[in-house]
Each structure stands twice: as C-alpha cells, then as structure tokens.
C-alpha cells in the first residue's frame, strides 16, 4: 500500500505578487530566491528565453533544498517577458528605459509570455511549459507616464507594468489567463501537476487566524 505524504510547494522567486496568486488559490508556498543572473541566457525567442530562465530558477533552488522526510516537495520555477514590436523586454533598465517604452506601447499590443518550469524533487521527474496573453496597452497621456515611472512599480517587472497594481487602469484589456501577467498562471499550474499525477487541490492549505501556522487540506499518494 501507498504512503499518503503531505506535500510542499517551494515557489523560487522573490515576486509577492507570484506568491499571492498562489495564496489567494489556497497555496502557502515556502519562498526560496533562486539568484539566478538573468543576463546568462541570451536568445531571440521570447517563449525560450522565459522558459529557460525559468528551468534555471527551479534547478538554482533545488541544488539548496533539504527535503524532510516524509515529505513530497515540489519546486516551481517562474519568469516573464514582453514580446513587443519585435523585442524582448524584461524589467527596465532605469526610469528613462520605462519612459521610453511606455511613449511606444502606449495605444498598442504586446505579448506577455510566462515560462513555468515545475520539478518533482522526491519523484525526479519536471512538467514545464509557457503561458501567453495578448496584453493591450490604453493611449495613455505623458504625464500619466511619468507619474507612473516615478512610483517606481514599472522598475521591478517585466515589460514596465502590471495589471494587479498601479499598472491595471493603464490596460485596456488582455486575451488569455490574466495569471499568466502577474506571472504565474494557475490553470497551467493545475495542468502541470497532473502531468506529474498530481491534483492542485492536494496542495491547498488552511491558514490559521493570524497566519501562523498552516495545516495542510490535502494530501498526496508517493
């Protein structure tokens, strides 16, 4: 027979909005930043570079990992990219960098790809894949653009913006799983797991009032 094993989620990166998506799905993830130099991987792929650097989080964290015994521990590698006019566009580069990009997205349409990379560590096996939305940019006017750029948000995130902070009202509207650009889609999460025989809902947790301790909801066969 079976051992029924509670599971973990290792989420490798230091995104609190990666984090609250998971959270807000009944997931309380451990966080564990990867540290990985983003400027190692170098192509003109979009969806491969997102996915690449994704693998490299997942692998950075797991070569740190102590898995407890009688535990089943998952780790879950996350990045994004802007796929805009031809270009890949991470985070900017400084203030003048999300400026300029904003003068030309503003009005138009880009691509927000998300590459997941998921690593059954007690297992040894990986589901990985990229999420794509169409992301369409409001014609927004100078002094919004810089009152933007000078809240500092567009500086921490791919493409210069977001859509679950400052960012939302300067979208339009977007074409696929609004996850996917906040930098971590759900579904695709969900997808991933069964590919590893596993089910989301063995990963839901209850919070106990205050948030001090978690008690795990499901569990999962080893």
């Not at 695709?188 to 009032?209: F, N, Q, S």
Request: proline share 5%; aromatic share 4%.
């Amino acid at each position: 027979m079976s051992e029924t094993l509670p599971l973990r989620l290792v989420l490798a990166s230091a995104s609190p909005a990666r984090r609250k998506l998971l959270q807000a799905a009944g997931i309380e993830p451990d966080v564990l930043v990867s540290g990985v130099d983003e400027s190692l991987v170098v192509t003109d792929r979009a969806e491969e570079l997102c996915l690449e650097l994704a693998r490299l989080k997942a692998q950075a964290v797991l070569t740190r990992l102590s898995p407890g015994a009688g535990q089943r521990t998952l780790v879950i590698g996350c990045d994004s990219v802007l796929a805009f006019d031809g270009e890949i566009l991470g985070k900017p580069a400084d203030p003048a960098d999300a400026t300029e990009r904003w003068l030309r997205m503003r009005g138009r349409s880009g691509v927000l790809h998300s590459g997941h990379c998921l690593i059954d560590v007690s297992a040894g096996r990986r589901a990985e894949a990229v999420g794509s939305t169409i992301v369409h940019f409001a014609d927004i006017s100078d002094d919004e653009i810089a009152a933007y750029v000078a809240s500092g948000e567009p500086l921490a995130v791919a493409g210069a913006f977001t859509i679950d902070g400052l960012g939302g009202p300067f979208v339009e509207r977007i074409e696929g799983d609004p996850g996917t650009v906040v930098g971590l889609s759900m579904p695709l999460l969900r997808r991933l797991l069964a590919e590893l025989d596993l089910r989301i809902t063995d990963l839901w947790t209850k919070v106990a009032p205050g948030g001090q301790s978690v008690e795990p909801l499901g569990n999962v066969r080893s």
